[in-house]
Structures are given as structure tokens and as C-alpha cells.
């Protein structure tokens, strides 16, 4: 069973893969950021809420505060009722939102309702208090308070129970207690100094959760080509392809009866065109390999390379449309004598597209006459759309694929283009 690793990678692919998904990679930045950044926000506001409360112990506490008497003038109530009746009227939202108006305080209701406390200081009596240390009031300024609260307190109580159920014992006054036991933090101390959050700590978290959160986002798109996009295996370049299998042949052209069972394949045509689907598919190698197997036994084979050299002075086929050199003058020896090489330009000097010229095919059935097989090594089909140019100029296409560099899409393409410009394609040759 064949293993699912990837041997060769195109990190430079990915890259590109992991930029056009730009908006995944900023998604995951974000939403780690908000993630991290708010939780460690959400600590400093807890902690400047503990602050507030330990700022405020550090002095004496003041206290505007009232005692009140609850009647319990009708028998079918129960007492205790009564008492959370009271309570729950003097923290209610409607009379502290009256009192922090009324006021002009600086202060939220939540704050103020932390402020007002009723506490049972006799028979039937209650103190009902505001802490004015903890929103910053002097003495003079929680006795308003509490008489404001006195008052609407009185007023919402005999509105909803009647009069006389609540009286007032003693009228609003400051008071000032001294805690027993402080709540501050000695910030000398080391550890309490590192464990203190500051904006910038909430800053730099966020940033770093955005950092981290671009490095998992960018980790899990490659992951996610790694998986679904490039293919890994013999059978699964095969299948994507659906396309007869010509043979496997290694890159190094060490199995070199392997290229000889492709070439008895495909050996009843005379020009070929090869076409890769990248650049990763070691074409110029297979291409080679195949025409030494080709070119034996007294038989000659020309390799015709295209490349994407635009320099005028190099650009052997457009020298030949205009006159200025023969087919003959552009045949070069290679290491073996039954095998030439041709090697000609993509595009010409003034971008004439040469493929499409009428005296391509004239030039290519002039090598014809001179060999028993051509190769035409094709540029790239991912890169380039010449091979559906060179296609009918051809006897056959020969398509080649390789271990984890071919994705299904490019595939999907080419095998389209083949479709659409009605390319016939003699197999897929799978390079190891």
C-alpha cells in the first residue's frame, strides 16, 4: 500500500495559496485577538473594580445613613416580607436612577446599588446607608444623597403600602468608620506588582493572540492544501487524470525498462507534444530519457524544447518565419549522436504569437522529414496556454504528472482545455 506522505512540496505554491486566502488568515488573526485581547480586558476591568473598592477602604469610609421603623400595622403580612420589601425598594433601579439624576453623580447604577446597603439595627428598624467614600462624595455631599434617598424611598413605600408603614426613627446624617481590616494591596511587594494589569498588557495580548491567531490561520490553509488540494499518491494522480497509465518512470532515468515499455506504447506516431501540469514534473529529463529509447536500433529523434527566452538574437523560430535561418541551422548535437536538440522561443520579439503562425506547422513538418520521432517538450499547461497551439501540429499528447505537486484544479483545467480544443491525449505518464 503506498504511503500518503508528501515527498516534494512547492512551498512557493503554498505560499501563494496561503496569500489568495488572505481574509481566512486575517479572520483567525482577529477573532484570536478579540478572543485573548478581551479575556485578558476583562481581567482589568475586575481589576480596577477591586482597585476602586481598595482606594476607597484606604481612607475612612463615610456613610450617609437613616434608620427607619417598619409598621407592622396589618397582621396577615408577615413581618419578614415586609423587611425585604424595604430592601429590595431601596436598591430598586427607579430610586437609585432618580438619586444618581437628582445629583448629577458620576456614577452607573450598578456602582450605587454596591453603595446602598440596608442593614436590621433593632426591632423593626432599619439602616439604610450610602457608602459615600466609594463614589467619591464628602459629607457634606452623602447627607444630600441620603436625604434624597430618605425621601423617595419614604415616597415609593407609602405609595405602594400605604401610610404609616414605614416611619423614619433617625433623619439622614455622615457617619465615618474606621475598617478593623484594610483591603489594599502592597504593590512593593514583587508579586502582586507582576500580577498587576495595566492597558498595555491588554494591548500587547491582544497583539500577540492576533500574531497567533495569523500563524494558526496561515497553518490551516497549508493544512488544508496539504490535504484536499495536492495529490499524494500514484492511484490519486491516476484517478484525478482519468487517463490511461502510460508507465511510471523515476526522474533519474535509472529504470530504463520502464521507458522502453512506454516508448512500445506510444511508438506507432512519429511527433509528440509533452506537457506537464507545473514545472515540477522533471519534463525536460522525462522528455530526454523517452527520446534515447526512442532513438535506437539506427532510429533518429529530435527534441524540439520550448522555452521562454524572448531575446530576438536567440529566437531561432522567429528568425526562421522571417528568412534568417533554416531548420537545419538550429538542429544542435546532444550527448548521444541518434538524439538533436531544437530549441525555440515562446513568443517573438513583437509578441507574434508563433504557435498560431501557419509556417509553425510547416517548420515542424521539416524536422518531421528529417527524423523518424519528435518531441515537442512543451512549456508548463499551468503557466502557459501554448501546448493548445502545438496540440495540432502534433500526432499525440503525452501528459505528465508527479507525486504531490499536481492539484485538482489545474488538473480539472487542463483536461478541459484538452476537451474544449479537441486535444486528443495519448495517456498519462507518472513520474516517481
Given at each position: 500500500?503506498e504511503?500518503?506522505?508528501?515527498?516534494?512540496?512547492?512551498?512557493?505554491?503554498?505560499?501563494?495559496y496561503?496569500?489568495?486566502?488572505?481574509?481566512?488568515?486575517?479572520?483567525?488573526?482577529?477573532?484570536?485577538?478579540?478572543?485573548?485581547?478581551?479575556?485578558?480586558?476583562?481581567?482589568?476591568?475586575?481589576?480596577?473594580k477591586?482597585?476602586?473598592?481598595?482606594?476607597?477602604?484606604?481612607?475612612?469610609?463615610?456613610?450617609?445613613?437613616?434608620?427607619?421603623?417598619?409598621?407592622?400595622?396589618?397582621?396577615?403580612?408577615?413581618?419578614?416580607?415586609?423587611?425585604?420589601?424595604?430592601?429590595?425598594?431601596?436598591?430598586?433601579?427607579?430610586?437609585?436612577?432618580?438619586?444618581?439624576?437628582?445629583?448629577?453623580?458620576?456614577?452607573?447604577?450598578?456602582?450605587?446599588?454596591?453603595?446602598?446597603?440596608?442593614?436590621?439595627?433593632?426591632?423593626?428598624?432599619?439602616?439604610?446607608?450610602v457608602?459615600?467614600?466609594?463614589?467619591?462624595?464628602n459629607?457634606?455631599?452623602?447627607?444630600?444623597?441620603?436625604e434624597?434617598?430618605?425621601?423617595?424611598?419614604?415616597?415609593?413605600?407609602?405609595?405602594?403600602?400605604?401610610?404609616?408603614?414605614?416611619?423614619?426613627?433617625?433623619?439622614?446624617?455622615?457617619?465615618?468608620?474606621?475598617?478593623?481590616?484594610?483591603?489594599?494591596?502592597?504593590?512593593?511587594?514583587?508579586?502582586?506588582?507582576?500580577?498587576?494589569?495595566?492597558?498595555?498588557?491588554?494591548?500587547?495580548?491582544?497583539?500577540?493572540?492576533?500574531?497567533?491567531?495569523?500563524?494558526?490561520?496561515?497553518?490551516?490553509?497549508?493544512?488544508?492544501?496539504?490535504?484536499?488540494?495536492?495529490?499524494?499518491?500514484?492511484?490519486?494522480?491516476?484517478?484525478?487524470?482519468?487517463?490511461?497509465?502510460?508507465?511510471?518512470?523515476?526522474?533519474?532515468?535509472q529504470?530504463?525498462?520502464?521507458?522502453?515499455?512506454?516508448?512500445?506504447?506510444?511508438?506507432?506516431?512519429?511527433?509528440?507534444?509533452?506537457?506537464?501540469?507545473?514545472?515540477?514534473?522533471?519534463?525536460?529529463?522525462?522528455?530526454?530519457?523517452?527520446?534515447?529509447?526512442?532513438?535506437v536500433?539506427?532510429?533518429?529523434?529530435?527534441?524540439?524544447?520550448?522555452?521562454?527566452?524572448?531575446?530576438?538574437e536567440?529566437?531561432?523560430?522567429?528568425?526562421?518565419?522571417?528568412?534568417?535561418?533554416?531548420?537545419?541551422?538550429?538542429?544542435?548535437?546532444?550527448?548521444?549522436?541518434s538524439?538533436?536538440?531544437?530549441e525555440?522561443?515562446?513568443a517573438?520579439?513583437?509578441?507574434?504569437?508563433?504557435?498560431?503562425?501557419?509556417?509553425?506547422?510547416?517548420?515542424?513538418?521539416?524536422?518531421?522529414?528529417?527524423?523518424?520521432?519528435?518531441?515537442?517538450?512543451?512549456?508548463?499547461?499551468?503557466?502557459?496556454?501554448?501546448?493548445?497551439?502545438?496540440?495540432?501540429?502534433?500526432?499525440?499528447?503525452?501528459?505528465?504528472?508527479?507525486?504531490?505537486?499536481?492539484?485538482?484544479?489545474?488538473?480539472?483545467?487542463?483536461?478541459?482545455?484538452?476537451?474544449?480544443?479537441?486535444?486528443?491525449?495519448?495517456?498519462?505518464?507518472?513520474?516517481?
Open positions: 500500500m504511503s500518503k506522505s508528501v515527498k516534494k512540496v512547492d512551498i512557493f505554491n503554498i505560499l501563494n496561503v496569500i489568495r486566502k488572505w481574509f481566512i488568515v486575517l479572520l483567525a488573526g482577529i477573532l484570536l485577538a478579540g478572543i485573548v485581547g478581551g479575556a485578558r480586558f476583562f481581567e482589568y476591568k475586575v481589576q480596577k477591586n482597585e476602586l473598592y481598595q482606594n476607597a477602604h484606604k481612607m475612612e469610609p463615610i456613610y450617609g445613613s437613616f434608620v427607619v421603623y417598619v409598621n407592622n400595622f396589618d397582621n396577615s403580612e408577615n413581618f419578614y416580607n415586609r423587611i425585604e420589601d424595604v430592601t429590595a425598594i431601596a436598591k430598586g433601579y427607579s430610586v437609585l436612577t432618580e438619586v444618581i439624576e437628582k445629583n448629577n453623580l458620576l456614577v452607573d447604577y450598578p456602582t450605587m446599588m454596591n453603595c446602598v446597603t440596608v442593614v436590621t439595627v433593632g426591632i423593626n428598624q432599619l439602616e439604610i446607608s457608602e459615600g467614600s466609594l463614589i467619591g462624595l459629607q457634606d455631599q452623602v447627607v444630600q444623597v441620603a434624597d434617598l430618605c425621601d423617595i424611598l419614604m415616597d415609593k413605600y407609602e405609595s405602594s403600602f400605604g401610610e404609616k408603614s414605614v416611619t423614619l426613627i433617625d433623619k439622614p446624617h455622615a457617619k465615618a468608620y474606621v475598617l478593623t481590616q484594610s483591603m489594599t494591596v502592597d504593590e512593593n511587594d514583587p508579586e502582586n506588582k507582576n500580577k498587576k494589569i495595566t492597558k498595555m498588557n491588554v494591548i500587547k495580548r491582544g497583539l500577540l493572540g492576533g500574531v497567533v491567531g495569523v500563524v494558526l490561520g496561515a497553518v490551516g490553509v497549508v493544512f488544508y492544501v496539504l490535504l484536499s488540494t495536492i495529490l499524494r499518491t500514484k492511484n490519486e494522480v491516476v484517478e484525478c487524470f482519468g487517463m490511461s497509465l502510460l508507465g511510471s518512470v523515476d526522474k533519474a532515468g529504470d530504463k525498462e520502464e521507458y522502453k515499455r512506454v516508448v512500445k506504447r506510444i511508438k506507432d506516431r512519429q511527433v509528440y507534444s509533452v506537457v506537464s501540469v507545473t514545472d515540477k514534473e522533471y519534463r525536460n529529463e522525462t522528455v530526454d530519457y523517452l527520446a534515447g529509447q526512442m532513438a536500433n539506427g532510429l533518429k529523434a529530435a527534441i524540439i524544447r520550448i522555452r521562454e527566452d524572448r531575446d530576438e536567440k529566437n531561432h523560430l522567429y528568425q526562421y518565419f522571417t528568412g534568417k535561418t533554416s531548420v537545419k541551422d538550429m538542429i544542435c548535437d546532444t550527448q548521444k549522436d538524439v538533436k536538440l531544437i525555440w522561443s515562446e517573438a520579439p513583437e509578441d507574434v504569437d508563433l504557435f498560431t503562425n501557419a509556417k509553425f506547422k510547416e517548420a515542424v513538418d521539416e524536422v518531421r522529414k528529417s527524423f523518424d520521432y519528435v518531441l515537442i517538450d512543451c512549456p508548463a499547461a499551468k503557466s502557459s496556454a501554448a501546448i493548445l497551439n502545438i496540440a495540432p501540429a502534433c500526432d499525440g499528447v503525452i501528459a505528465l504528472a508527479s507525486r504531490g505537486v499536481v492539484s485538482e484544479e489545474d488538473v480539472y483545467k487542463l483536461k478541459y482545455n484538452f476537451r474544449e480544443n479537441n486535444i486528443e491525449c495519448l495517456g498519462l505518464l507518472y513520474v516517481e
